[in-house]
């Protein structure tokens, strides 16, 4: 057990660091944001608002300014979406998608978490109060996708440039893996540097992309990658761009291989293995084949070039060496025993909306996290907010489920997406069992998810919209 000395004394630590955070330039940080957010705010008026928002979903992976506040992304963010609500105030402006359920649950759960405030040490309070903001706003994502996603190209549109995202953030991956542990920033500028590897040598090192970690990151290409397979062979006909798409799904695979983590593999062959029966199912046996063999084959070619020629080499030496002894893995044993004795201690409302420095338990846990978004949720907020975020998730699945009945148009180029959709959802699900997406440190992964429930959220009224016009253009 911690002595409570201990604990005084990384709460003191914590405390002086936020204060050095505080007085180390977060000024000029704000002030750059600001400057920011009214050129976003005032180019909504200018410029047709799709495209911006289609411009900041490719953003997503790269936070370019991050603080304890949050991150420039997200002050864009929050000024675009009030110059929305503006522009759009004339229309009929949707919370959600004919479901009020998925926003009443999820800010339930915003309320749980102010509930779980009240147990927040002293010394936490700015860390979670800010956290509690960031978290509501991820809302915002889902609100713009439901408003902005109202025809069948609106969808196309935007799936072409998470796709440019995906491109930006391998070319960063390069980049990373050529200057491994050295720094490098532009112009001088720290929050223009690029993240440099993770790990302390040359030896342990791998590759995290724009991300802060290397969960967040795979999730990130692992459901990228279904995403982008589904439009090589769904919606793109030409031959040419066939060849284009299926070299920017090779290239995604490698930086997945180096990046070392198992967890990534895993859920890429298990999202693989559920896209090949959705394609035999929806699409044809022929598509399911030819992607059983062509991601085989990708996957081996990648693993062979990254292995053979990076030092970021260690993915299948780590599977090898892994031992399981219940529901952990060796390099995390003990952890979710440990955080559900805890869990029974405050089984309620949690222990406050963020995990930080847990009380009372092991020292070598001290800030190791259960990596189990379901044991988080636990600990965090209690059974009452468990309850409202496993409603809020099953309402989204809902939204898809619901616009598949309706997903009939003879005239719609997205064949079956809302079921290739309820597919991402089981992978992210599965995901989840080894990280915690709402994590403060993985909030520009919380972004690209609530994105994509806005689009789950959004297919309903695209089917409705399609059969409205059938016969011509979704």
Same mark, same amino acid.
């Given at each position: 057990?911690?002595?409570?000395? $201990?604990?005084?004394?990384? $709460? ?223 919606? @793109? ?152 975020? @496993? ?35 089981? @992978? ?35 089917? @409705? ?10």
């Amino acid at each position: 057990m911690l002595p409570r000395a $201990s604990l005084g004394r990384a $709460s003191s630590h914590l405390k002086a660091k936020v204060n050095n955070q505080v007085m180390g330039g977060h000024a000029t940080q704000l002030l750059i944001g600001l400057l920011f957010a009214i050129c976003v705010f005032l180019l909504t008026f200018l410029c047709e608002e799709k495209r911006i928002f289609c411009i900041l979903a490719c953003m997503i992976p790269f936070q370019i300014i991050e603080s304890q506040y949050g991150s420039l992304n997200f002050v864009m963010t929050v000024a675009f979406s009030v110059a929305v609500f503006l522009k759009l105030r004339k229309r009929a402006v949707q919370i959600v998608s004919a479901g009020t359920i998925v926003t009443y649950a999820f800010f339930g759960f915003i309320l749980v978490e102010m509930l779980a405030f009240s147990q927040t040490p002293r010394v936490l309070w700015k860390l979670n109060f800010f956290y509690i903001i960031n978290m509501a706003g991820n809302y915002l994502m889902l609100f713009l996708a439901v408003n902005l996603i109202r025809r069948e190209e609106d969808l196309i549109r935007l799936i072409y440039w998470l796709s440019v995202g995906t491109l930006f953030v391998d070319l960063y991956c390069v980049l990373q893996g050529t200057l491994g542990l050295h720094r490098y920033a532009f112009m001088g500028i720290n929050e223009l540097s690029l993240k440099t590897v993770r790990g302390d040598n040359l030896m342990t090192t791998r590759i995290i992309g724009p991300f802060i970690n290397t969960q967040s990151f795979v999730g990130y290409l692992v459901l990228q990658s279904m995403l982008m397979i589904y439009c090589r062979l769904v919606l @793109v006909q030409e031959k040419a761009k066939r060849w284009i798409w299926t070299l920017l799904i090779f290239l995604t695979m490698g930086p997945l291989i180096a990046s070392n983590t198992r967890a990534g593999l895993l859920s890429f062959i298990i999202g693989m293995l559920l896209l090949v029966m959705f394609f035999a199912r929806y699409i044809g046996i022929g598509k399911s084949v030819s992607l059983l063999v062509a991601s085989t084959v990708g996957l081996a070619i990648s693993s062979y070039l990254v292995i053979t020629y990076t030092s970021y080499n260690r993915l299948f030496q780590r599977l090898s060496n892994t031992e399981v002894s219940g529901m952990e893995v060796d390099t995390r044993q003990g952890l979710i025993p440990a955080f559900l004795k805890e869990i029974a201690k405050e089984p309620l409302i949690g222990h406050r909306p963020m995990y930080e420095i847990p009380p009372e338990i092991d020292m070598q846990l001290l800030l190791s996290p259960p990596h189990n978004l379901y044991i988080y949720l636990l600990y965090t907020t209690g059974i009452v907010g468990f309850s409202f975020f @496993v409603l809020f998730l099953f309402s989204v699945f809902l939204q898809a489920y619901r616009a598949g009945r309706f997903w009939t148009g003879e005239n719609m180029r997205l064949k079956a997406f809302p079921k290739f959709c309820i597919v991402l959802f089981l @992978v992210f699900l599965i995901q989840q069992y080894f990280i915690e997406f709402i994590r403060w440190e993985t909030r520009d992964y919380q972004q690209y998810i609530f994105l994509l429930f806005g689009v789950f959220c959004a297919l309903p009224n695209i089917a @409705v919209h399609c059969r409205t016009t059938e016969g011509s253009q979704c």
